[in-house]
């Protein structure tokens, strides 16, 4: 990897994801989320091992793609990496997540907890591989 590591890829995608896990817990928004969309609670509710790890090769991507998009646009600071995740949020994430609002008549609580959800995670990721 051009002026970068492996070791700030994987790192960003493992905080990555325990950001969306601490965001969906129960006590943070999971409980407002899932009865926004109509998801009753059954039992243990624990993801299958073969859905997370979907999920992390999902981060993984997202994540490396942020990295090159960092080397592109030579955002090596905070404030370069805070301006790019805005920017990826924006442009990409919010305008995504408001066509399923609009399209699949989702509630848009379920959009405020999913974008903010993103954005926090980007801005995180940004940081970590911008000033690894």
């Known amino acids: 990897m051009v002026g970068g ?3 700030a890829v994987i790192v960003a ?3 990555a994801m325990l950001i969306g896990w601490v965001w ?3 006590g943070v928004f999971g409980s407002r989320w899932m009865r926004l969309r109509g998801v009753k609670v059954q039992g243990d509710m624990k993801m299958p091992a ?3 790890f979907v999920e992390f090769l999902s ?3 997202t994540v490396f793609v942020m990295y090159v998009l960092i080397v592109a646009f030579g955002a090596f600071n905070a404030r370069g990496a805070l301006q790019l995740s805005l920017m990826v949020w924006l442009g ?3 305008t995504a997540l408001i066509s399923e609002v609009v399209w699949e008549k989702k ?3 379920v959009f405020l907890i999913n974008a903010g959800q993103r954005l926090v995670t980007l801005i995180v990721i940004a940081l970590i591989l911008a000033l690894w």
């Open 5 to 7: 590591s492996y070791g």
């Open 13 to 15: 995608s493992l905080v």
């Open 92 to 94: 990409f994430y919010v």
């Open 59 to 61: 981060t993984l991507v």
């Open 107 to 109: 509630h848009f609580g």
């Open 24 to 26: 969906y817990m129960p």
């Open 50 to 52: 073969s859905d997370l």
